[in-house]
Nanobody, 115 residues
Framework: QVQVVESGGGLVQPGGSLKLSCEVS????????IGWYRQATGNQRELVAV???????NYADFVKGRFTISRDNAKNTLYLQMDNLKPEDTAVYYC?????????WGQGTQVTVSS
């Protein structure tokens, strides 16, 4: 069983920044398919950013140039740096890890962008 725990969400003004963290069980941080998704109220869950094969990173068009995914294997943690946040970025952000043929999700962390 892989544990996936997100943190770092909160309330921020438009144009502000937040950095989300996703701590995963040792080993799973080396996943070849690990990333961030989000779900706004009334919407389906959507891809934000994902790293595939440990080197190819794909970003949704609506976050390109504003969000950056990274990982620290020594800390078993995946990050999402979010800059120039917009009200439409308001959502619950989830970390997703594919490990040993199983997909694991965290419980999510709320991000609210509002003045």
């Amino acid at each position: 069983q892989v544990q996936v725990v997100e943190s770092g969400g909160g309330l921020v003004q438009p144009g502000g920044s937040l950095k989300l963290s996703c701590e995963v069980s040792a080993g799973a941080i080396n996943s070849n398919n690990i990333g961030w998704y989000r779900q706004a109220t009334g919407n389906q869950r959507e891809l934000v950013a994902v790293t595939v094969n440990r080197r190819n990173t794909n970003y949704a068009d609506f976050v390109k140039g504003r969000f950056t995914i990274s990982r620290d294997n020594a800390k078993n943690t995946l990050y999402l740096q979010m800059d120039n946040l917009k009200p439409e970025d308001t959502a619950v952000y989830y970390c997703r890890v594919y490990w040993n043929w199983v997909t694991y999700w965290g419980q999510g962390t709320q991000v609210t962008v509002s003045s």
